[in-house]
C-alpha cells in the first residue's frame, strides 16, 4: 500500500509515520524550508513510541520517498492525505492537483480541523472521492479520526476509508452530518474560549488550568468521556437523577462561552509568557518525548483491560502478524520492540521485565498446545514451578527482541503424561544476538482441586507432536545450570595445590 501526504507539519508529519510504522510506502510533498528534518525527526518519535503500545511486531516499515511536486507524491497512491494550512482555496487547489494523477480509486482525505467536505469538494472533477479524515496529534499514537463525508461522497470512498484506518491502528469515527468544526473540535474550542477569559480575568494561569484539567476530569475524560462520566456521577439512579440534580445549573451564568475575549498584544503576551514559564527550558521534542511517554502508559493501561481507546490498540495488535506462525523447529513465541519504560538507572531493561517476556513466551506455547484462555476458562492450565533465568547481555530499550522456545522433553509421551513442561526460552536481540535464556518448569493442574493432573487429550496430542519436532534437536547451550554454575569453557583444570587466598 501507498499513502501520498501533502504537507509535512506536525499533522502531515505524524500521518507519515502511522503509515509508514504500519508498513506502507510513504511520499512526501512539502516544498517548506527544512521539512525533511522536521519530519523526519517526527518519525524518530514515532518509531520510539508507538511499537511500545504492542506486544507483537508492527509490519517491517515502508519506504519514506520525498517527492518534488503533488503530481509525484500522488501517483499510484492508495490514500492520499492533504494536511497544507487551514486555507481553504489552497486546500482545494492541493486536492484538485492530486486528483489529476491518482487513481479513481484512491481515498482523498484531508485533515481539516474545520472545513466541511463539501467546501473542499467545491469545483472537484470527482467530488465523490474526497472526505475529511480529522486526526488528533501525535497522530501515530492517538487512534481518533472524525471520517465527515458530504451528501456526494461515494459510498464506497467512505467505506474503504474506515476500512485501511482500522488496518493501521485507528478508531475512524464517522460524522452522520457535515459541520463547521466537526465534534471533537467543537467541544475543544468551548473549553478554549473559556480558559481565554478566565486568563484574561486573572482567575487563573496557563499552568494551573492545565493542571485543573490533567489532575482532575482530564483523567476521567481519558477513558470515559464526558456522558459516561456524567452517568456514574449520578450514581444509582443514572444519568436522569444527574440532570436533574444539576441540570438547574446551565442556566447559571457560570461561563461566557457564547462570548470571546479580544485577543489583545497584551492578552497574547501574558499567555505566551506564562506558557514558557509553564514549560521551563524543555524544547518541543523533549516535551513530544514526555508527551508520547505519558500516552504510551495511559494507552498500554487501557489495552489491559480492552477499554476506551485500548480497545483500538488491543484490537490492531492482534491484527498484527503471528510471530509463531509458519515457524521453524523453534517457534519464535514473541517479537517486538522493548518499551523505554522498562529501562533503569543502567539505561537497560530491568530484570523484572526478563521474567516478563519469558513469561509472555511461555503463554504463547502453552496456546500453541491448545492450552490457552479457552483451556483455563474450562479449569484446566499449567503452573510454573521452577524458574531459572541467565542474563548474558544488555537489551536496551527500543531495541527489536525475539523469543525462540524449545521443549526439553523428547519422544512420544508415556500414557498419562504431559503433566510437565520443561521449556527453554532464548532471548535474542538485533540480529540474533543471545542476551539472555530463560529454563522453566511447568506443571498441568486441575483448578478446581488445584493438583497435578493429566492434560486434555487434545493437548496432549499437540504437546506430543511439538515435542517430537525438538526431540532431534540438539540440548540448548545453558540448560541444566544452576545459580553460579561455571560454564564449561570458564572452568579452569584441577590444580595440586589450593590458589592462594585472596586478601579480600
Not at 146 to 168: F, K, Q, Y
Amino acid at each position: 500500500m501507498r499513502a501520498a501526504i501533502i504537507g509535512g507539519g506536525v499533522i502531515g508529519a505524524g500521518w507519515a509515520a502511522r503509515f509508514l510504522l504500519n508498513g506502507w510506502d510513504v511520499t512526501v510533498f512539502d516544498p517548506g524550508v527544512d521539512t525533511r528534518r522536521r519530519v523526519e525527526e517526527v518519525i524518530d518519535n514515532a518509531r520510539r513510541s508507538l511499537p511500545a503500545l504492542y506486544d507483537r511486531s508492527l509490519p517491517g516499515e515502508g519506504a519514506l520517498i520525498w517527492c518534488d511536486s503533488v503530481a509525484a507524491a500522488a501517483v499510484a497512491a492508495d490514500w492520499i492525505q492533504e494536511s497544507v494550512p487551514e486555507r481553504l482555496e489552497a486546500k482545494r487547489a492541493v486536492l484538485g492537483e492530486a486528483q489529476r494523477h491518482a487513481p479513481g480509486g484512491a481515498v482523498l482525505a484531508s485533515s481539516t480541523s474545520g472545513f466541511k467536505p463539501s467546501d473542499l469538494q467545491c469545483g472537484a472533477r470527482r467530488p465523490g472521492q474526497i472526505l475529511v479524515c480529522h486526526p488528533f496529534n501525535p497522530v501515530y499514537l492517538l487512534p481518533l479520526v472524525e471520517v465527515v463525508p458530504s451528501p456526494a461522497t461515494d459510498p464506497s470512498i467512505l467505506d474503504r476509508s474506515i476500512a485501511l484506518l482500522e488496518a493501521v491502528g485507528m478508531r475512524p469515527l464517522p460524522i452522520r452530518k457535515e459541520i463547521d468544526a466537526h465534534v471533537a473540535d467543537r467541544l475543544l474550542e468551548a473549553a478554549w474560549r473559556e480558559a481565554l477569559w478566565l486568563v484574561r480575568d486573572g482567575i487563573a494561569t496557563t499552568a494551573e488550568i492545565d493542571e485543573a484539567i490533567r489532575c482532575g476530569f482530564g483523567l476521567r475524560w481519558a477513558q470515559m468521556g464526558l456522558f459516561e462520566t456524567y452517568r456514574i456521577a449520578g450514581g444509582e439512579a443514572g444519568m436522569r437523577h444527574f440532570i436533574a440534580q444539576f441540570g438547574p445549573a446551565l442556566q447559571w451564568n457560570w461561563s461566557r462561552l457564547t462570548d470571546v475575549p479580544e485577543l489583545t498584544d497584551d492578552l497574547i503576551d501574558r499567555i505566551a509568557e506564562q506558557s514558557d514559564r509553564q514549560t521551563g527550558a524543555r524544547d518541543v521534542r523533549r516535551l513530544e518525548r514526555l508527551r508520547d511517554d505519558n500516552l504510551v502508559a495511559i494507552l498500554r493501561a487501557l489495552k489491559s483491560n480492552d477499554h476506551g481507546a485500548g480497545r483500538t490498540v488491543a484490537a490492531h495488535e492482534r491484527s498484527l502478524p503471528d510471530a509463531g506462525a509458519g515457524a521453524g523447529p523453534l517457534p519464535v513465541t514473541v517479537s517486538r520492540q522493548v518499551p523505554r519504560s522498562w529501562t533503569d538507572y543502567n539505561g537497560h531493561v530491568n530484570e523484572s521485565h526478563y521474567l516478563e517476556l519469558f513469561a509472555q513466551a511461555t503463554d504463547r506455547t502453552m496456546e500453541l498446545i491448545g492450552a490457552g484462555a479457552d483451556y483455563v476458562a474450562a479449569g484446566k492450565s499449567y503452573f510454573t514451578v521452577e524458574s531459572h533465568l541467565r542474563h548474558l547481555d544488555e537489551v536496551r530499550g527500543g531495541e527489536r527482541i525475539r523469543v525462540t522456545t524449545q521443549l526439553l522433553a523428547g519422544g512420544r509421551l508415556p500414557a498419562g503424561d504431559g503433566r510437565k513442561l520443561h521449556l527453554f526460552h532464548r532471548l535474542e536481540r538485533g540480529a540474533g544476538r543471545l542476551a539472555a535464556t530463560g529454563e522453566h518448569l511447568l506443571l498441568h493442574v486441575d483448578l478446581k482441586t488445584r493438583r497435578s493432573c493429566p492434560p486434555d487429550a487434545r493437548v496432549a496430542a499437540r504437546l506430543e507432536r511439538l515435542l517430537a519436532r525438538h526431540a532431534a534437536l540438539p540440548r540448548p547451550e545453558g540448560a541444566g545450570r544452576f545459580v553460579a554454575q561455571r560454564a564449561a569453557h570458564e572452568r579452569e583444570p584441577a590444580r595440586a595445590d589450593p590458589p592462594p587466598a585472596s586478601a579480600g
